[in-house]
């Protein structure tokens, strides 16, 4: 009776966790062709690639039901969102409620190694699926842009190389 139950476990969780991570695929299908029509977000399907290998590397294959209150909290602000979008039609959102419910997943599993720790880690990657709004990132890029040019004229300096620092543009003689 133990090993059903284990079993009729299973599959509530898939069945749960199916239903979580697939409702906003279709808002978030528009909202990833959206980013890669741009050109600073060129590594999304890369990096999703990335995400999927790497849980796919390390994880149990121990579908688990949330547990823990974090994980309780991320699913539900998750569905919430997603719910919201869908009523709002806000791609963006959508976005947002799928990395929660994908972070509240990763939260709840565990490694397959010996020390079993959570995969909460690989959330970091769905973090960077979101875009900052009001184009703060774009700004963001473009200051960062300019401190590295800055400090790559510095770092030339300090090597003695001949070199013209023209905006974001670091001209050498040839």
């Known amino acids: 009776m133990n090993m059903?139950?284990?079993?009729?476990?299973?599959?509530?969780?898939?069945?749960?966790?199916?239903?979580?991570?697939i409702?906003?695929?279709?808002?978030?299908?528009?909202?990833?062709?959206?980013?890669?029509?741009?050109?600073?977000?060129?590594y999304i399907f890369p990096l999703f690639?990335?995400?999927?290998?790497?849980?796919?590397?390390?994880w149990d294959y121990q579908l688990r039901m949330p547990s823990d209150r974090y994980a309780l909290g991320l699913v539900t602000l998750g569905c919430c969102l997603t719910l919201?979008?869908?009523y709002r039609a806000s791609p963006w959102l959508s976005a947002i409620g799928f990395a929660l419910s994908g972070t509240a997943w990763l939260r709840n599993h565990f490694s397959s190694a010996e020390d079993h720790r959570?995969?909460?880690?690989?959330?970091?990657?769905?973090?960077?699926?979101?875009?900052?709004?009001l184009?703060?990132?774009?700004?963001?890029?473009?200051?960062?842009?300019?401190?590295?040019s800055k400090v790559s004229s510095y770092l030339l300096d300090a090597f003695s190389v001949p070199h013209y620092l023209r905006g974001n543009v670091i001209d050498l003689p040839s």
Request: charged share 10%.
């Open 23 to 42: 409702a906003p695929l279709p808002s978030l299908s528009i909202y990833l062709a959206w980013l890669n029509e741009l050109d600073q977000y060129g």
């Open 84 to 86: 919201f979008a869908a």
């Open 4 to 21: 059903k139950n284990s079993t009729n476990q299973q599959y509530l969780a898939a069945a749960f966790w199916a239903i979580v991570l």
């Open 135 to 148: 184009n703060l990132d774009i700004q963001l890029t473009a200051s960062l842009q300019r401190v590295t």
């Open 118 to 133: 959570r995969l909460t880690y690989l959330a970091l990657l769905l973090v960077m699926l979101i875009r900052l709004p």
């Open 49 to 58: 690639l990335a995400l999927i290998a790497r849980i796919l590397v390390r």
